[in-house]
């Protein structure tokens, strides 16, 4: 049994986390800050790292407690004598000052222990969350699409590190659309979750919202889809804006959030599945795999189940958004194919999968 721990620190998520055989999480522990950035509507690039900072070494300290091992102190047994084969970390894409707490903390653990250090493309990463999904491994070739808040990509995996980059976003990633939508309608941040909420009362036909087909490609489009809800939202004048003038109060129609979330929710996922499968089929893929944060959308997983002739995976909830499970994971089939990391590792704010 091959143990890894995962350390990510990539976004507003403070993360470590011990795998067996990158498929069996031991530990997995997420110390959020989503609740510290909600008051500036979006992640605060400087707040995160600080944040990161003082949660990095309790984080650390509780994944390998909870797997069951001692934190290497003098004295002590070793990590390496406990089963720890390697320390992987986040080392892009993602913000800087963030990947730089992570990567520091990575390279100190593995230095002072005696370890192999491994460096893990976070999107890389969130497709290994398919790994970590008891039951056989997904099977190879296979198309994944990663969509997060920074990601919108149609990935094409012959085998374990080898991708294609069949398409991706153009402008905003379906994530960052989803926030920003979000933020239109005054819904909390994250978007995702607010929308997917709001969406539950809403009609997802009451707005004719356009969907960017962009035939004969495989990348996307979601900015023309939020100036369409802009331009909606902008009919409606909201409520605490009613003012009294000589001829009466302004006319005044309350912003339908439901329906404008529905109809948005509905228009973003159409495209995905559509596009995901096409590809699927196109590629002859054996599996179409979901990943990152927006893969935790309720109607994206059933919609995309239910219309794609190839079978479909996606990782649990937990599992779609950051964690440390996943760079574990990906960690160790890197580690596998003997790809270590130097002391020299730095961090790349805007690594990509495929250079
Ligand atoms: O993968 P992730 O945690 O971080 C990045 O690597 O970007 O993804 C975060 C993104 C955010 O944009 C968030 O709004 C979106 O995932 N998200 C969702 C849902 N849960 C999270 N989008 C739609 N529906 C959800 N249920
Ligand atoms: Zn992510």
């Given at each position: 049994m091959t143990l890894i721990l995962g350390i990510e620190t990539s976004c507003d998520e403070t993360a470590a986390a011990v795998v067996a055989d990158g498929r069996e999480i031991k530990s997995s522990v997420v110390a959020s800050q989503v609740d510290i950035h909600r008051r500036y509507g979006g992640v605060f690039p400087e707040v995160a790292s600080r944040q990161h900072v003082l949660s990095i070494l309790p984080v650390i300290d509780q994944a390998l407690h909870e797997a069951g091992i001692v934190s290497g102190e003098e004295g002590g047994p070793s990590l390496a004598e406990q089963g720890i084969a390697a320390v992987a970390v986040t080392y892009g894409p993602g913000l800087a000052g963030s990947l730089l707490v992570g990567v520091n903390a990575a390279k100190g653990l593995a230095w002072g222990q005696g370890l192999p250090l491994i460096g893990v493309n976070h999107i890389e990463a969130h497709i290994y969350g398919n790994w970590l999904v008891d039951g056989p491994p997904p099977e190879f070739p296979l198309v994944c699409l990663v969509v997060s808040g920074g990601h919108t990509e149609l990935i094409q995996m012959a085998d374990h590190g080898q991708y294609r980059r069949l398409g991706g976003t153009l402008d905003d990633a379906a994530g960052e659309a989803f926030d920003k939508v979000g933020r239109l309608l005054g819904l909390p941040y994250p978007g995702g979750p607010s929308i997917q909420e709001a969406a539950r009362?809403?009609?997802?036909?009451?707005f004719k919202l356009p969907r960017a087909w962009l035939p004969g490609t495989h990348d996307f489009s979601f900015s023309g889809l939020k100036t369409a809800v802009l331009h909606a939202v902008q009919k409606f004048v909201p409520r605490d804006d009613m003012r009294s003038s000589a001829q009466g109060p302004t006319v005044v129609r309350e912003l339908p959030v439901a329906d404008l979330a529905a109809s948005f929710q509905a228009a973003v996922v159409d495209v995905l599945v559509e596009k995901a499968c096409q590809a699927a089929e196109e590629f002859g893929a054996r599996t179409l795999l979901l990943a990152g944060g927006v893969a935790a959308n309720e109607l994206l997983r059933a919609e995309i189940q239910r219309r794609c002739p190839v079978p479909v995976r996606y990782p649990p909830l937990s599992l779609c958004t950051d964690n440390a499970a996943m760079i574990a994971s990906a960690g160790y089939f890197n580690f596998q194919a003997g790809r270590q990391a130097g002391w020299d590792l730095d961090v790349l704010p805007n690594l990509k999968l495929i250079a």
């Open positions: 009362d809403g009609n997802p036909e009451a």
